[in-house]
């Protein structure tokens, strides 16, 4: 699907008042307090879910918790016979030591876990931005964060599409338009993806962003293969209770992620005339996570505002001739594996 089309899409068919009543369900939201993340947050609640908000600030949290539990969005009205609940979880994606003893309390108390949004992101940050562990930030936050926390939560998500109706438990990669824009020929400069890099260095800030994006594009392709050898045999011989994982785009949005763009004025105000509200991306992202319609989507990629599209032709060569998924698989693993 083009460009254009994803930066100006039709109006989203698949809305807040088709997500079902979520009571007894459980959610997974990476950023769940900003920008699209939040609007994820607000229809789970509003229709009854147990929404945990991943993110690094408490403050933001609470704000955010104010905010949805005083506006329940477009289209939506608070059903006070099944409130949904909202708890945070603290997790800094740029400090891989944050992650485990905050996932291992969460998992004391979580019999199940329905949908994780891995949303969080940062984008351009000033040059030479680290992660605690010495990545390039975008790569560190958006990759090698995100995965780590994939792979503690994997086993969760694992046994709970066991036990539920097959395709409703699934893992959701937010990437991005752009990343139809890595580095070639695949999409990821491995030299870069490196503790301090000196690679990195000399590659403009936003081939890092679209590397970063272009990388949970393949996470997401690649889970979605691992998720059915993970899954059990049933009695029939198939194997239709496994994980769905999906990675889209979820527009361009009028969000905090511009927050580092060096933009003057005039740049300023074009760019948000062609910025949607944060709100059709968060139906972007329900759609990928919740709607009946996307359960034939393992491995594949949602498009604004909620239609299946797919990855960039150069990606999925990648991935089919030199085994990129595999690649960056295990480099991933192990790059967290002391953090695991
Ligand atoms: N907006 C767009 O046009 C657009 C387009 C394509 C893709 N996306 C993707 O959509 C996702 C959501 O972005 P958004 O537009 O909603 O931006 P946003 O409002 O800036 O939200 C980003 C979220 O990520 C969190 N985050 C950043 N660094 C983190 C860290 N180290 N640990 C934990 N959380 C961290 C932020 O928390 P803090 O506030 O604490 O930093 C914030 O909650 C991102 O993955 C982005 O790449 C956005």
Same mark, same amino acid.
């Given at each position: ?5 994803? /930066?100006?899409?039709?109006? !989203? ?5 088709? =997500? ?9 939201? #990476? ?9 994820? /947050? ?14 690094? /600030? ?10 949805? $539990? ?12 099944? !409130? ?16 485990? !003893? ?14 994780? &949004?891995?949303? @969080?992101?940062?984008?351009? !940050?000033?040059?030479?931005? $680290? ?7 975008? &790569?560190? #936050? ?17 046994? #709970? ?6 395709? /409703? ?10 990343? @139809? ?43 979605? $293969? ?64 919740? @709607?009946?319609? #996307? ?41 967290? $594996?002391?953090? =695991?």
């Amino acid at each position: 699907m083009s460009s254009f089309s994803q /930066s100006f899409p039709p109006k !989203p068919t698949f809305t807040q008042k088709d =997500v079902p009543n979520l009571s007894g369900k459980v959610f997974l939201v #990476t950023g769940g307090y900003s920008g699209v993340g939040l609007e994820v /947050s607000r229809v789970l609640f509003h229709k009854g879910g147990r929404v945990i908000i991943a993110g690094r /600030s408490e403050k933001s949290y609470s704000a955010a918790v104010e905010e949805i $539990k005083g506006n329940c969005g477009d289209g939506l009205t608070v059903d006070v016979s099944t !409130p949904g609940s909202l708890e945070f979880l603290f997790i800094d994606l740029s400090d891989l030591t944050s992650i485990k !003893p905050s996932v291992e309390t969460l998992l004391k108390d979580l019999n199940r876990l329905d949908v994780v &949004w891995y949303n @969080a992101g940062v984008m351009v !940050p000033p040059a030479g931005s $680290k992660t605690k562990q010495g990545y390039e930030l975008q &790569w560190g #936050t958006n990759v090698v964060g995100h995965f780590l926390l994939h792979k503690l939560l994997c086993p969760l998500l694992t046994a #709970t599409a066991a036990g539920s109706e097959a395709g /409703s438990v699934r893992a959701i990669f937010v990437s991005s338009l752009m990343h @139809a824009y890595g580095p070639k020929p695949y999409g990821i400069d491995f030299d870069s993806t490196t503790i301090d890099s000196e690679k990195a260095k000399s590659i403009p800030i936003w081939t890092l962003y679209s590397q970063s994006k272009a990388a949970d594009a393949i996470l997401a392709a690649e889970y979605a $293969k691992r998720a059915i050898d993970l899954a059990p045999t049933a009695e029939d011989g198939t194997k239709k209770n496994h994980v769905i994982s999906i990675s889209l785009n979820p527009g361009n949005l009028k969000t905090n992620l511009q927050r580092h763009s060096n933009t003057n004025k005039i740049k300023e105000f074009l760019i948000n005339m062609i910025l949607h509200p944060q709100s059709l991306g968060g139906l972007t992202e329900l759609y990928a996570g919740l @709607a009946p319609e #996307t359960a034939d989507c393992n491995g594949g990629f949602v498009i604004p505002f909620g239609r299946k599209g797919s990855v960039a032709s150069y990606l999925q060569k990648g991935m089919e001739k030199e085994d990129i998924g595999k690649k960056l698989w295990d480099i991933l693993e192990e790059d967290v $594996k002391s953090y =695991v």
